[in-house]
């Protein structure tokens, strides 16, 4: 039997992770909602080392950072096929858009809600 897979090339895994790390900046870059999911990472992160914040804690907010931002490249990159496909109002585009951004919208609220409750004890503790 014919093998079809194409043969492993470090050089082209090499590509794929350029390509990918071309997609992090282009989404950082042009999606707004992609910029304020980037600034509360980083706000989560600097609160982190500032409150001291325990490995298990560190773990949930990393797993809850990654889960959001790749919500939110997941949600572009169907904005832009929905785009591509259709350039006219269409329900079936409107309703895949909003599917796509009532995902995220699951994933950020729960890392609010999480990061209430590893921050705001922590915070509180320091004005007793
Ligand atoms: N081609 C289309 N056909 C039907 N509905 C659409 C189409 N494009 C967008 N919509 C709908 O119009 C509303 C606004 O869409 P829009 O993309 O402007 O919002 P958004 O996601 O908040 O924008 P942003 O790109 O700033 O994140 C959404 O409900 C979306 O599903």
Redesign the pocket.
Known sequence: MKNTSPTFSFRKRALSFKYAFQGIVGLIRA???AWIHTFAAVVAVTLGFLLNISVQEWIVVIILIALVLAGEAF??AI?AL??HA?????????????FA?GGVLFLATAALIVGCIIFIPKILLLFS
Do not use: M, Q, R
């Open positions: 999606e707004h909602n949600n572009s904005e929905a785009d259709s350039d006219t109002i269409h329900p079936l585009i409107g309703k895949a858009k909003d951004a």
